[in-house]
């Protein structure tokens, strides 16, 4: 039997026999960030000690249209260059790695099997997008973390119907108008839980447009499962 070849750490460059290295494992993943379970910013520590089901101060004066997001650490150097290389570069490997985290961090956290999503769906790009990138890479992620969590994956249930600016041009009001009426949903969620899937969640916008539309068309639940999550201000 063969050993695997070494690679190089999609961090640090070093061989290693992972996408990445133990050290940088280590330094960069291994991180006890408390956060908000609705929208997964960053919390204080001194609020685990009140609950384990905790929400920030926005999410308490006002419930965001899903019910909880999963994250795996901020959207910070040098994370923020995996989701850039899977984004712009097609590293497609780092798909999987953020797969396969996700689902650990969420069979962590669930109670009981009644907080598994019944399906899991990418965030969708529009058409010109798709066309110009090749791939989209929130079903990248998505269809590797169904299959690991044994949840059907859907990659059309979501379709965007309009095509829009790039969020990231945007501040968190326009971004919320930009994407209000952007989605629709293709085949019927009525009762169902669903997961949705993307790489970076900044201020939340898309994934709140996309939690509406579900459950318009009769979503349960609205779960999000993102790689990375931008700290608010």
């Not at 992620?141 to 690991?148: E, N, S, V, Y």
């Amino acid at each position: 039997m063969h050993a695997a070849l070494p690679n190089l750490c999609a961090l640090c460059g070093n061989l290693s026999h992972k996408t990445l290295c133990a050290g940088c494992d280590e330094a960069y993943w291994n991180e006890r960030q408390l956060r908000c379970t609705a929208c997964a910013v960053p919390l204080p520590a001194t609020r685990w000690a009140a609950h384990a089901r905790y929400r920030c101060a926005d999410c308490v004066a006002q419930a965001p249209p899903f019910d909880a997001t999963f994250a795996l650490a901020d959207y910070r150097a040098p994370l923020d260059t995996l989701a850039v290389g899977l984004k712009f570069r097609a590293r497609l490997m780092l798909a999987q790695e953020f797969a396969q985290r996700l689902a650990r961090l969420a069979q962590d956290a669930w109670q009981d099997e009644s907080e598994r999503p019944d399906v899991i769906a990418p965030v969708p790009l529009a058409g010109q997008r798709l066309t110009e990138r090749g791939y989209n890479q929130a079903w990248q992620i998505a269809r590797p973390l169904a299959r690991t969590l044994d949840v059907r994956s859907d990659a059309t249930l979501l379709h965007r119907v309009i095509h829009t600016a790039p969020q990231s041009r945007l501040d968190l009001d326009a971004r919320r108008l930009n994407v209000g009426r952007a989605f629709q949903v293709a085949r019927t969620v009525r009762g169902l839980h669903v997961g949705v899937v993307d790489d970076v969640m900044t201020t939340g916008a898309t994934l709140e447009a996309l939690a509406r539309t579900l459950k318009a068309a009769g979503a349960r639940r609205v779960t999000n499962f993102v790689a990375l999550r931008t700290p608010k201000n």
